[in-house]
């Protein structure tokens, strides 16, 4: 196991060393806080953590940011607390921790046996019943496994694969996929709007926005973002504009609609039934979660302030 003294700090624990580990199974999961795939596993790790606790269990968040207001620390503390991780969570902002483990995903599990070797690795949502049979093979138990009691709720529920039809789509222009306004993108503040259809998985933004590499910042109130989508749930990984050193920036009130009517019951964790909601700090929001038949949809979300920033939509 490599060492994790890249940390540039350390929540619900003092710094760790390999050395203090010793003697100790221990699970390493990197996360970022607005990947979604992170919010469905994180249930098992947590209660992966409070079962084996006691029988000598040392399981350690690493958190890696993947977009740069996740670099803002007071964000990874308001997720540690919001997600109820008692666990020590190593704030890897460099990315020291990562290359040393040369990882590459969001999530992954390092399985790491007492005298500190690395003996598995699980890359992804899933496969939590066998993750928690290594281990329970690295303590020396055998007993029912706590995954099959655990059920997410709200944005860490399990995904509805059986109909779900929509990829992860980044909407900035560096990873950007399914672009339909008019014209593409330029790069500059510009005026887009939204074709009369949009095909399966093809978005487009209304108003003045500006989109770079990472993001898409809306610069004039009232400006909106279409997504066509099939899928359970819609999630958008948002941020509201200047991040304050406190985690947020002004709140900016928004408005979702599905195939142009509101919500109603099948609104999202972070929308009422008439499809408001406020963005108020970094993270993931749920918009939408289909309470009826799941069929192919638009959603419409506008915003009434400037300064929206949109990273990602995400489906589940």
């Known amino acids: 196991m490599p060492a994790l003294d890249g940390a540039a700090g350390w929540l619900n624990s003092p710094p760790l060393r390999p050395a203090e580990l010793r003697g100790h199974p221990a699970v390493v999961n990197f996360w970022t806080l607005t990947c979604i795939n992170w919010l469905r596993q994180e249930p098992y790790v947590r209660a992966w953590s409070r079962a084996y606790r006691d029988d000598g269990l040392v399981v350690i968040g690493v958190h890696t940011p993947e977009f740069f207001f996740e670099h803002e620390v007071g964000l990874v503390r308001q997720a540690t607390r919001e997600r109820e991780i008692d666990y020590p969570v190593a704030i890897d902002s460099h990315y020291a921790i990562w290359n040393a483990f040369d990882n590459h995903y969001w999530p992954a599990l390092y399985f790491i046996d007492s005298d500190g070797v690395i003996v598995g690795r699980q890359f992804g949502e899933g496969e939590y019943e066998q993750s928690e049979r290594v281990i329970q093979r690295l303590l020396g138990i055998d007993r029912e496994p706590v995954a099959v009691a655990v059920e997410g709720t709200g944005v860490e529920a399990a995904a509805d694969w059986d109909h779900l ?109 008439d499809g408001h909601g406020v963005l108020a700090s970094g993270r993931c929001y749920q918009l939408v979660r289909e309470q009826g038949e799941v069929l192919e949809r638009t959603l419409e979300i506008t915003f009434g302030q400037p300064g929206a920033q949109a990273y990602v939509f995400t489906f589940g």
Not at 225 to 232: G, S
Not at 251 to 266: H, K, N, T, W, Y
């Open 165 to 273: 039809r929509s990829p992860e789509t980044y909407l900035g222009d560096g990873r950007s996929e399914g672009f339909a306004s008019p014209g593409g993108v330029v790069a500059e503040s510009r005026l887009y709007r939204i074709p009369e259809r949009l095909p399966l998985n093809q978005w487009a933004v209304a108003g003045h926005w500006t989109i770079e590499q990472e993001k898409a910042t809306l610069d004039h109130a009232g400006g909106a973002i279409a997504y066509r989508f099939q899928a359970r749930d819609v999630n958008l990984v948002m941020a509201p504009g200047q991040v304050m050193s406190a985690g947020a920036g002004e709140p900016i009130p928004f408005q979702v609609l599905v195939d142009g009517q509101a919500p109603g019951a099948s609104h999202g964790a972070d929308t009422d039934a």
